[in-house]
């Protein structure tokens, strides 16, 4: 959440001459809602359902930079699934740096609370940490980790091409 990934994945794409999905917009698109909203009206399970199945679709496809949303990896089956079907990326951001990006942001529905309304201030870093915490144990199992907290978007994008060429001869 808020490490660059709608801004680093399209570009990344283009380097190497692949399509770019982002999971979120997809679900949108499929269930002709915002994802603000299926959280709001039907729960985060509902929305995990829709995020598996549309993950599931998605990986049938070849050379393709898809933008996960910062919670699928914290589920075991997406997590071995995506393991076994591609190469996890993990642009790591410290809270501090997460917290600058999304302070401002009403569109995270897992910065907000049981009324719908975004946290602020310590509520808002005490869920970025928590969220960070937990979902750590699965993004530090990524195949390519980049701490991108300083990195220019350029910088970062060479960084994933390089690396993902190794793993992917």
Same mark, same amino acid.
């Given at each position: 959440?808020? !490490?660059?990934? !709608?801004?680093?994945?399209?570009? %990344? $794409?283009?380097?190497?001459?692949? /399509?770019?999905? /982002?999971? @979120?917009? =997809?679900? *949108?698109?499929?269930? =002709?809602?915002?994802?603000? /909203?299926?959280?709001? $009206? ?8 829709? *995020?598996? &199945? ?8 070849? *050379?393709? +930079? ?9 589920? *075991? ?13 993990? %642009? ?20 907000? @609370? ?5 946290? &602020?201030?310590? &509520?808002?870093?005490?869920?970025? @940490? ?17 701490? $991108?907290? !300083?990195?220019? +978007? ?9 690396? %993902? ?5």
């Amino acid at each position: 959440m808020g !490490s660059g990934k !709608s801004t680093i994945g399209p570009i %990344l $794409a283009n380097a190497l001459g692949w /399509d770019f999905i /982002d999971i @979120d917009k =997809n679900i *949108e698109l499929k269930a =002709n809602e915002k994802i603000v /909203d299926i959280f709001a $009206a039907k729960g985060e399970q509902s929305f995990r359902n829709l *995020e598996r &199945e549309a993950l599931r679709d998605l990986m049938l496809r070849d *050379e393709c +930079v898809v933008s996960l949303g910062g919670g699928t990896l914290t589920d *075991e089956e997406n997590f071995e699934f995506i393991h076994q079907n591609g190469v996890i990326v993990y %642009l790591q951001l410290s809270p501090e740096k997460i917290l600058e990006r999304v302070k401002y942001r009403t569109d995270r529905p897992m910065l907000k @609370d049981a009324n719908g309304k975004p946290l &602020e201030g310590v &509520e808002l870093q005490k869920r970025i @940490d928590g969220l960070l915490e937990h979902r750590e144990l699965y993004y530090s199992k990524a195949d390519i980790i980049i701490p $991108a907290d !300083s990195l220019k +978007v350029g910088t970062t994008v060479d960084t994933i091409v390089e690396r %993902l060429r190794g793993l992917l001869r």
